[in-house]
């Protein structure tokens, strides 16, 4: 089992800026990338950026690149979002994900709120 705790989350006014953690536990090692998805409120979740176990390798959301950093600590087993020049459009609850296998994310946090003021 993998256990994730986001962190990090509130509220910012329009242009801010935040940085998201994610502390994992358990079974890390097992741990074969980590990722980041957000849910607006009446919206679906969706993909927002990823990095590899090494952390060499990252992919981000088209409405994210250049906006928003993923990076991890694998020594503190803690993945980051620097968020960057946040919109209103960027509220959402933000949810770290895990995967075991280089198939679907199978472990999730609880999700951060994050708010976008005007």
């Known amino acids: 089992q993998v256990h994730l705790v986001e962190s990090g989350g509130g509220l910012v006014q329009a242009g801010g800026s935040l940085i998201l953690s994610c502390a994992a536990s358990?079974?890390?090692?097992?741990?074969?990338?980590m990722g980041w998805f957000r849910q607006a409120l009446g919206k679906v979740r969706e993909f927002v950026a990823c990095?590899?176990?090494?952390?060499?390798?990252?992919s981000y959301a088209d409405s994210v690149k250049s906006q928003f950093t993923i990076s991890r600590d694998n020594a503190k087993n803690t993945v980051y979002l620097q968020m960057n020049s946040l919109k209103p459009e960027d509220s959402a609850v933000y949810y770290c994900?895990?995967?075991?296998?280089?198939?679907?994310?199978?472990?999730w946090g609880q999700g951060t709120q994050v708010t976008v003021s005007t």
């Open positions: 990095l590899s176990r090494s952390g060499s390798s990252t």
């Open positions: 358990g079974r890390t090692p097992s741990m074969y990338g």
């Open positions: 994900a895990a995967k075991t296998s280089n198939l679907s994310y199978n472990y």
